[in-house]
């Protein structure tokens, strides 16, 4: 498995891309505090070294990873419980109860982002997700700042308390720095 820029793969990153392999481990890292002897669902797991990490406090983790090679991937060589799942069309189709349902760089990716939203919202306690502002991909959807608001917007009107953090780096802030060109919106959303 290689790194192309839409799916981190620790093996196969060198100097010049390593820190978004850090970004990605500080957000999982973030979450863990949230997970401990919890079920949960780590949604566009990728390669699964992140529900490999949440394995080290959860009850228990499950991955759901669109690409059949990446299932395998992460199977193999982080011992993940993936499974093939199409977020784009899970809801209502996955009807499982978890704890905490960790997706980290994926709405974006989502065409219909709406219907991931509105499974998330159903289907646990606590939703920990994130968000790039301003950070261009040809595996995004929209890169503009008017469809980052309009997921923002949708995703406060379908829980009832959130708690919003700013990561720049591997760091987390309570408040964006206006001169950040871009960061990434990290949100923790508590569904009950």
Not at 3 to 23: A, N, W, Y
Not at 83 to 89: A, K, T
Not at 103 to 126: G, M, N, P, W
Request: proline share 3%; hydrophobic share 40%.
């Amino acid at each position: 498995m290689r790194f192309t820029g839409e799916r981190v793969v620790p093996k196969d990153m060198d100097d010049s891309v390593i820190h978004v392999l850090q970004e990605h481990l500080a957000r999982y890292n973030f979450a863990l505090a949230y997970c401990v002897d919890k079920k949960v669902l780590d949604a566009a797991c990728g390669v699964g070294y992140g529900s490999w990490l949440l394995a080290q406090v959860a009850r228990e983790v499950t991955g759901y990873e669109k690409d059949r090679e990446t299932v395998s991937y992460a199977r193999a060589h982080y011992g993940a419980n993936s499974r093939q799942v199409d977020l784009n069309s899970i809801y209502p189709i996955h009807q499982q109860y978890w704890d905490v349902v960790v997706s980290f760089e994926t709405i974006e990716h989502l065409l219909r982002y709406k219907v991931f939203v509105d499974f998330a919202q159903s289907a646990c306690q606590t939703f920990i997700f994130s968000l790039p502002f301003r950070s261009a991909s040809p595996f995004h959807v929209d890169n503009s700042d008017e469809h980052f608001h309009e997921m923002v917007a949708y995703i406060q009107s379908q829980f009832s308390r959130l708690e919003w953090f700013y990561q720049q780096g591997m760091n987390l802030y309570n408040q964006a720095d206006p001169a950040w060109a871009y960061y990434y919106l990290v949100g923790v959303a508590h569904a009950h």
